[in-house]
């Protein structure tokens, strides 16, 4: 998608998991600055959303990235995100949550 990414990883050590997206981003703008020079302005937002996935719903979260682009013509990321924070009460600042 042009304005954001799914990643469905399993790590064993959340510990390491701010890190593993701080060293993702930074590798990946570097690809991006290297390879297409024309979009010297790419930045990724400074923070992320994350939230863990049952086993059993792997498939279903596997199925949806997969299919995210049809999705998103029904439902803005930007709409779909607040609806999610809220259908599950995380408490969040509207000025930060979308970067």
């Known amino acids: ?5 799914h990643l469905l990883i399993e790590l064993n050590n959340l510990d390491k998991f701010s890190a593993l997206v701080r060293d ?9 600055h290297k390879n297409f020079p024309e979009l010297k302005d790419f930045a990724w937002q400074e923070g992320f959303g994350s939230f863990s996935v049952s086993y059993s719903s792997l498939d279903t979260v596997r199925l949806y990235i997969q299919n ?8 803005s990321f930007e709409d779909e995100f607040v609806r999610f924070l809220k259908l599950h009460q995380i408490k969040f600042d509207s000025r930060f949550a979308l970067g």
Do not use: C, R, T
Request: proline share 5%; hydrophobic share 30%; glycine share 4%.
């Open 1 to 5: 998608m042009p304005d954001h990414v």
């Open 24 to 32: 993702l981003k930074a590798s990946s703008s570097g690809w991006i």
């Open 68 to 75: 995210q682009k049809e999705h998103h013509k029904k439902m």
